[in-house]
C-alpha cells in the first residue's frame, strides 16, 4: 500500500458549496473527495457514485448547497497508530482508498493499493514505464570539500541536460563507531581510507543548504543521500523533495523505516546486496507504504564490465514491482545507455572535473563533455525504443521505396481493354507503382487504359477508380506542381492559373525553351532545388563561408533561370522563386544563440542575391526534412515568433507549407491555430497537403491530422490573396491523380 500525504487534492470544507464540490471532483481524477471542518477533522466522503445517486432524487439541483448536506458520514478510516497489516486488511472491491486519521481524527492523509508499476513521482516528474529517463549526475563528494568546485559541477550537469543532481550529507561523529583512542588507526585499511577521504572531503552543512540552492536556481531537481539520521533531520528541515538510499544502507531496515516515516518517494541502489536481501527490503518498503524504485548496480569503482549483468533489470523490476533504473560506475557512456534497452528509467552516474583528482569516485565519473553524451544517448535511445505497435514506414522510407524499391511496369504496350498477362509485365526499379508483390493481382485483368513500354501500373489498374482531372473553383488562383517532362500534359487535364516548376539540379541544366511551342497564357512560379550537385544542401544561413557562398550562388542561378522563363508565361508579371532558405543541422537543433546567428548569416546572404524582376520567398519548415532520404533537423522558419521577426525585419513574404507547419507544431507541442494566425498574414503563396504526428509530411488531403474545414476558414481570413497548390507526395503518379484527389476535397472546404 502507499500512504499518500498531500491530502490538499482530496480535502473540501463542508461548508463548500456544492458546485465547488463537484468541479474538484473532475480536476483530482480520484472518483471521490474527503469533507473536513476548519480544523481538519473529517466529516465524510463523497464519490462520483454518490454525487449521481444524489442527482436522481433532485428535481431541481441546488449546487449553491454546502458540501455538509450531501456528505456520506460513514466510511472506512484508519488511525495513525494501527498496524498497517490491520489497514491493508480493510481493503476490498469497494474500499480503494482509506482516509488516515490522526489521535484527534484529523485528516493526515490517505492509504491506497499499490498499483503495479504505478511509478514514482518526484517533485512534478513521474517515473514509470512511459515516462521520459530520468537522469541523474551523482555529485556526491567529487566536489573534494570545495564549494566552487561543487559549483562548477552543477552547472556541468545543467549543461548536459540531466534531470537532477545528486550529493551526500553525512555527519562523520554520528556516523562512524568510536574506537579506543579515537580517530580511524584501528580501521582496516580500506575503512581507513575512505574515512581519511570523508573526514578531508565533506562539505559543511551551510554550504551544502547553499549548494541545494544553487543547483535548483539553475532549474535542477535536488537529490541527496543521508547517511544517518542527523543528517535526514537537517534535509526534512530544508525541504528534499525525495531521498537516495546508498547501496551500503540496503539493509539497514531501521533506517530505511525512518525515511519512509518522512513519507518522500525513495530511490535505492541494489549494490553489494544478495536478491534475498534486496526481497527483504522491497517488505519494508511495501509494509511502511513507500513510493520507491529500485537501482540495479554493481559498487566497484571502477566496475568490470563482466560483473554488471544489465539483463537483472527484468529479475530486479519483478522482485521490486517498482520502476527500476541504473546506476552505474563503469567506464564510459555505453553501458548505461544500454540499461535503457533493458527497461531503466533512471540513470545514475558519477560527474567529474577531472579523473585525476584524489578519491576512487573521480576513476568511474563522467567529464562535462561524457555527460552530455550520455544523456544524448539516452535521449536517442528512448526515441529509437518506440512503443512496439505494428511496423508502419517513415517518411525517410517512403522516399527511399519510391527510389530503390522496384515496380510492376508495361513490358510492352497495353491497348484499353487488353488481358493483362505475364508478358505485358516486367519489374523494374524504381518503385514509384505498383509494388510487385501485387503482381497475382494485376495478372487476368483487363487493362482499364492504354499504357506504352515503361510506363508503372498503379493500384488504379486493380481495385481503385482513378481520380479524374475537371475544372475546379477557387477564390483564390492556384495552380499545381509540374516538371519540363509533364507540364503541358498537366496543364491541358484542368484550368489551373500557374505552373510551379519544382527543380532538380538536373532540370536547370536543361534546354527548357524546346518544351514550349508558344508562350503560355498562364503564370508561373518556380521551386528551387533543394540540393544540387555533389550532395550540396541549399542553406543561405550555414555559418562555413565557403557553404554559403555556394549557396548564395546556386539560387542566384534559379533567379537567373527564373527571368529568362519569364518570356513563355503571358501572364507573368514578377514571378514567385520558393525556396527552403537552410537552417539545417546533422546531430540535433541547435540553442538559440545559434539560431539567432544563422538568421543574421541568412539576411545578409539574401542581401547578396540580385533578384531584380522577381521574388525570392521562404518556404515553412517542418523539424525534421528529409534531405536526402535520411532524417535532419531544421531550425529556421519552424516557430513563429522567429519566423515573423524575421520576414517583418527583411520585408520577406512566405510560401505557408501547411502540412510543415502542422508537424513543426506536433513537435513542439502547441497551437497550430495560433501558428496560422501569426504567420498566415506574410503568406504570399500556400502548399496544402496533410500530415501527421513529427515526420508524416505530404499526405493527402483528410488523411492526416489537419482540420481542413477549419483551416481553409482561418485562411480565407488571414491571407485571403494568397495563391495555392496541392503538394501531395507523389500527387503527381498517374497522371497527377493525387494532385486531383486534393482539388476535389479542397474546392469542398471553401479554400
Known amino acids: ?366 567529464l562535462p563533455e561524457e555527460f552530455k553524451a550520455l544523456v544524448e544517448g539516452i535521449r536517442q535511445v528512448e526515441e529509437a525504443l518506440g512503443s512496439g505497435h505494428a511496423r508502419s514506414l517513415s517518411q525517410g522510407e517512403l522516399m527511399n521505396r519510391s527510389n530503390l524499391a522496384k515496380s510492376l511496369v508495361a513490358a510492352r504496350d497495353v491497348a484499353p481493354g487488353e488481358m493483362i498477362n505475364e508478358s505485358a509485365v516486367e519489374i523494374r526499379s524504381p518503385g514509384r507503382g505498383l509494388q510487385p508483390n501485387r503482381l497475382a493481382e494485376l495478372l487476368g485483368r483487363r487493362s482499364p487504359r492504354a499504357l506504352k513500354k515503361g510506363d508503372f501500373f498503379f493500384a488504379s489498374d486493380i481495385d481503385q477508380p482513378l481520380a479524374q482531372a475537371r475544372a475546379y473553383w477557387f477564390s483564390r488562383p492556384w495552380g499545381v506542381t509540374v516538371r519540363w517532362h509533364d507540364f503541358q500534359d ?16 538536373k532540370d536547370m541544366e536543361e534546354d527548357f525553351a524546346r518544351y514550349f511551342e508558344e508562350p503560355l497564357d498562364l503564370d508561373f512560379k518556380v521551386h528551387s532545388p533543394d540540393t544540387f550537385n555533389g550532395d550540396h544542401l541549399l542553406d543561405l544561413s550555414n555559418p562555413d563561408p565557403e557553404h554559403r557562398r555556394r549557396s548564395v550562388a546556386e539560387l542566384q542561378r534559379v533567379v537567373d533561370l527564373t527571368r529568362k522563363m519569364k518570356p513563355y508565361f503571358r501572364r507573368a508579371t514578377r514571378p514567385v522563386i520558393i525556396a527552403s532558405l537552410g537552417g539545417f543541422s546533422t546531430d540535433g537543433f541547435l540553442s538559440e544563440a545559434d539560431v539567432r546567428r544563422r538568421y543574421e548569416i541568412l539576411a545578409q546572404s539574401l542581401r547578396e542575391l540580385d533578384a531584380a524582376g522577381v521574388e525570392i520567398i521562404g518556404q515553412t519548415l517542418p523539424p525534421f526534412p528529409w534531405y536526402f532520404g535520411g532524417q535532419m533537423y531544421l531550425n529556421l522558419f519552424v516557430r513563429p515568433e522567429d519566423t515573423v521577426e524575421f520576414c517583418r525585419a527583411n520585408r520577406l513574404r512566405l510560401c505557408f507549407d501547411v502540412s510543415h507547419s502542422k508537424l513543426a507544431c506536433a513537435h513542439a507541442k502547441t497551437s497550430f491555430k495560433e501558428f496560422v494566425d501569426q504567420v498566415g498574414p506574410f503568406a504570399a503563396h500556400l502548399h496544402m497537403a496533410d500530415a501527421r504526428g513529427t515526420d508524416g509530411e505530404g499526405l493527402q488531403i483528410g488523411d492526416g491530422e489537419i482540420d481542413f474545414p477549419a483551416l481553409c476558414a482561418q485562411l480565407r481570413a488571414v491571407c485571403p490573396q494568397a495563391t495555392f497548390m496541392p503538394e501531395i507526395w507523389q500527387g503527381h503518379k498517374n497522371r497527377g491523380e493525387g494532385f486531383w484527389t486534393a482539388l476535389e476535397r479542397l474546392e469542398r472546404h471553401g479554400l
Not at 525513495?266 to 536481501?277: A, D, F, P
Not at 489551373?496 to 532538380?504: I, Y
Open 490 to 505: 498537366i496543364r491541358k487535364m484542368s484550368n489551373p492559373d500557374f505552373l510551379e516548376f519544382h527543380m532538380s539540379f
Open 1 to 366: 500500500m502507499i500512504i499518500e500525504r498531500d491530502v490538499n487534492r482530496w480535502c473540501v470544507n463542508v461548508e463548500a458549496p456544492v458546485r465547488e464540490v463537484l468541479r474538484r471532483l473532475d480536476a483530482n481524477h480520484q472518483g471521490f473527495i474527503l469533507g473536513v471542518d476548519e480544523s481538519g477533522v473529517l466529516e465524510g466522503v463523497l464519490t462520483d457514485g454518490d454525487v449521481r445517486r444524489w442527482l436522481m432524487t433532485q428535481s431541481v439541483a441546488d449546487l449553491a448547497q454546502p458540501l455538509r448536506q450531501i456528505l456520506v458520514k460513514t466510511c472506512t478510516v484508519a488511525l495513525e497508530t494501527e498496524p498497517q497489516e490491520d489497514v491493508r486488511r480493510r481493503f476490498s472491491d469497494r474500499v480503494k482508498f482509506i482516509p488516515l486519521l490522526d489521535a484527534r481524527r484529523r485528516l493526515i492523509g490517505v492509504v491506497r493499493r499499490r498499483s503495479l508499476l504505478e511509478g514514482v513521482k518526484i517533485g512534478d516528474r513521474l517515473i514509470n514505464d512511459e515516462s521520459p529517463v530520468f537522469v541523474i549526475a551523482e555529485i556526491g563528494i567529487n566536489h573534494n570539500g570545495s564549494l566552487e568546485m561543487a559549483r562548477r559541477l552543477v552547472q556541468a550537469a545543467r549543461d548536459a541536460r540531466v534531470d537532477a543532481v545528486k550529493f551526500q550529507m553525512r555527519n562523520m561523529t554520528r556516523l562512524y563507531r568510536h574506537t579506543p583512542g579515537g580517530g580511524v588507526t584501528g580501521e582496516d585499511l580500506g575503512a581507513q581510507y575512505t574515512l581519511n577521504l570523508l573526514e578531508k572531503f565533506e562539505l559543511p552543512v551551510d554550504d551544502m543548504l547553499r549548494l541545494f540552492d544553487y543547483a535548483k536556481a539553475q532549474g535542477l531537481t535536488v537529490l541527496c543521500t543521508p547517511w544517518e539520521e542527523e543528517s535526514l533531520a537537517v534535509l526534512e528541515r530544508y525541504g528534499m523533495e525525495a531521498y537516495k538510499v546508498a547501496s551500503a544502507d540496503l539493509t539497514n531496515h531501521p533506517f530505511i523505516e525512518r525515511m519512509a516515516k518522512t513519507y518522500k518517494p525513495l530511490i535505492l541502489s541494489t549494490g553489494m546486496s544478495t536478491e534475498e536481501e534486496i526481497a527483504e527490503t522491497v517488505k519494508v518498503l511495501r509494509r511502511c507504504g513507500s513510493s520507491y524504485a529500485l537501482l540495479h548496480c554493481n559498487s566497484t569503482y571502477p566496475a568490470p564490465f563482466k560483473d554488471i549483468n544489465l539483463a537483472y533489470l527484468s529479475r530486479l523490476k519483478a522482485i521490486g514491482g517498482c520502476p527500476v533504473g541504473y546506476s552505474g560506475h563503469e567506464r564510459g557512456i555505453h553501458v548505461a545507455v544500454s540499461a535503457v534497452c533493458q527497461g531503466a528509467r533512471i540513470v545514475e552516474k558519477h560527474v567529474t572535473l577531472d579523473r585525476s583528482l584524489e578519491g576512487s569516485d573521480h576513476k568511474a565519473s563522467l
